[in-house]
């Protein structure tokens, strides 16, 4: 069997990584999960204390881009050989992401390292642009929605879990948090979010994990 690039593009928090990551298990494909390199390079910015800097002039980024490094060991994410896996999910980095995914030197900077990565076929890439712009070409595209409020509810169980015990933010905030980030992942210039006319439109509104997964599995068994 040939190996193929899987696209799975959609909204914050529809269920992109839960499924890609299994499909590719399911596969034996590489998973790349590219909102985790956006997020990189925000916590980046964050710790350098750039972000009001870049804030006034874009052009400020690009320094920072010339020597970083974004890679995967796994499920964990390596920036600048640290392992950031934990880092990248918090909340101040989520508040600034789409931000910094707007600036062109930063989506210049990462397509280069996404099409490199994908070069092997055998991927499945989740993202915002993966159908758009990475690899318009990937035979299987996939375009994943779900209701907003379903979705806050997902992260929110998602952040509970994971807290073991501490404050977590509430569904409501969550779910305007989720609509805020999808507005601005739209409304870019730069690869903005939105779905390639080959991509499959999957509502997993009431659809369970295994599902979804099974959905997408028997897509690429159509193909491959
Ligand atoms: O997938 P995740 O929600 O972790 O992505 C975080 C943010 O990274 C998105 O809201 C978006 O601003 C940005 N992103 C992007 N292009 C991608 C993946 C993520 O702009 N391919």
Redesign the pocket.
Known sequence: KKPIIVAI?GP??SG??TTAKILAGRLGYTYI???????SVTLKVIREGLLDEIRKDETRIAELLRTITIGFQGERVLLDGEDVSEAIRENRV?RE??FI??LKPV?DK?RELQQEMGRKRGIVM?????GTV?FPDAELKIFLIADPAERAKRRHAELLLKAGGAAVPSVDELEEEIKQ?DR??EQRTH?P?KRHPDAVLLDTSNMTIDEQVNVVYDLVNKIV
């Open positions: 593009d914050a928090a992109k990584s999960d590219t909102g985790a390199m956006y997020r989520s992401v789409s995914s707007s989506r990462l989740d993202g915002r642009d993966i990475i980030r601005d992942d690869a979010l």
